[in-house]
């Protein structure tokens, strides 16, 4: 018999998929709405940080500390970045009534989860290094 561990995907995989999902379609509304990313630069931006974040997750299913270091600085980032600047309205981020006026009540939960996803793999990435920090000789 396999064990429980071979058969479901770690929890850090799933949060990071997540927060990619949500990520992917909050850049996706603020480009429909013409918010930001209208330099080609910025929006060029957006799949090399999703890259270097898959990237950090292979690195963090090996158990290797640079992958949770990688994941644990993106999504502090960006849960700074979109959750916490648009629910306090932080560096002229439009708040959740703005968007929900604009795009729908679908792209403030995706805000929302988004915001819950990126603080979910910084908390397991918080954990993840904690133990391999004090893993016993």
Known sequence: MRDASARWPPPILVATLLSVLFGSLHVADEVARGEQYTEPGLLLLVPIVIVVYLYGASLALRDNELGYWTLAVI??????????????????APSAEDIAAASGSLFVWVVIMQGAAGLGVLLLCIAALARLRWKPV
Do not use: I, P, R
Request: proline share 0%.
């Open 75 to 92: 999504s502090a980032v960006g849960f700074y970045s979109v959750f916490l600047a648009h629910a306090f309205e932080l560096s002229g």
